[in-house]
């Protein structure tokens, strides 16, 4: 991976993949965009011990090799190098199927792009002239898809923190922390019921 800049132009709606990534440690989901005129970008989120992983990189390895020349069936057993991080060695890798997840994922993706990726990402339009936008917020989009798109939203962070499979155990060692988590948990329990219950007596 060159120090240089890269410079990507902001992917259209379509065109994205979404994988699920899993090390021995840490699980991400990876984002790959195949743009027209040859343009790709990679973007990876996720967790690593204590650290919030948001990398993009137009040339990311795998195993040494370009990841966009490999089929994900042959990233297991390399580590990932994107942006600033290198993974340990990849134990599973498979597509992303959740419409949600893909969904919500895809535009976190664009929104890295937008604010400049990992720092060597230079943002362009069209015309070549720098050009960053605002990240969308659901605020913009019109009822009722605004509370749809945080519904999705949650889903996904929920999703992240059931996947961390030791965290009840760690948070044994941090008692406010864990206060704060059970209490979070409820919540969140509360307001699903809540919003199931009103699904239901529609049916």
Known sequence: MSDKPLVVRPPEPDGWTVYRIATKWSSYHLAVYHGGRGRQVAVLLGVSGDRK?????????????????????????????????????????????????????????????????????????ITGETDIPRRMAPSDFPYPEDNVIRLESAAHFLGAVCDRQALVHDLESFPELMERFQVALMECLVKVNELGGRVTSRR
């Open 53 to 125: 992983i948001n990398q993009a990189e137009t040339d990311p390895l795998v195993g040494g090799r370009l990841l966009f020349h490999c089929d994900p069936s042959e990233w297991v057993g390399h580590p990932l190098e994107i942006g600033k991080v290198r993974t340990t060695a990849i134990e599973d890798a498979r597509r992303e199927t959740n419409p949600m997840v893909v969904r919500a994922i895809t535009e976190a993706a664009a929104a890295i792009l937008a604010e400049g990726g990992n720092k060597r990402l230079v943002v362009e339009n």
